[in-house]
Nanobody, 120 residues
Framework: QVHLVESGGGLVQAGASLNVSCEVS????????LAWARQAPGKEREFVAG????????DYADSVKGRFTISRDNAKKILYLQMNDLKPEDTALYYC?????????????WGLGTQVTVLS
């Protein structure tokens, strides 16, 4: 069983930055693939960024490439998403997720999310 708790969301102006975090417990952090996804009101949840178990492989949705950076601290068991140059269309509930397979395809566990709201 893996438990994920997101934090760091907030209300910001367009162009601002936010760094959201996800504390992970309950399993060997170093073996987990991790990802961020988001869901805006009235829309389906979508993949934002993923990182494999050793941090050597990452991937991003086209809409956030060059603005968002995913990273992990295996010692602290925390996943991060640094978000720069935020746009109103980035407004969503941001979830972190974990995969027991060490990659970021199909995810096995999800957090409850942290809200990010970007004002124009």
């Amino acid at each position: 069983q893996v438990h994920l708790v997101e934090s760091g969301g907030g209300l910001v102006q367009a162009g601002a930055s936010l760094n959201v975090s996800c504390e992970v417990s309950g399993s060997s952090f170093r073996t987990l693939g991790l990802a961020w996804a988001r869901q805006a009101p009235g829309k389906e949840r979508e993949f934002v960024a993923g990182i494999n178990r050793n941090g050597e492989s990452t991937d991003y949705a086209d809409s956030v490439k060059g603005r968002f950076t995913i990273s992990r601290d295996n010692a602290k068991k925390i996943l991060y998403l640094q978000m720069n140059d935020l746009k109103p269309e980035d407004t969503a509930l941001y979830y972190c997720a974990a995969s027991m397979r060490g990659t970021y395809g199909a995810m096995d566990y999800w957090g409850l999310g942290t809200q990010v709201t970007v004002l124009s």
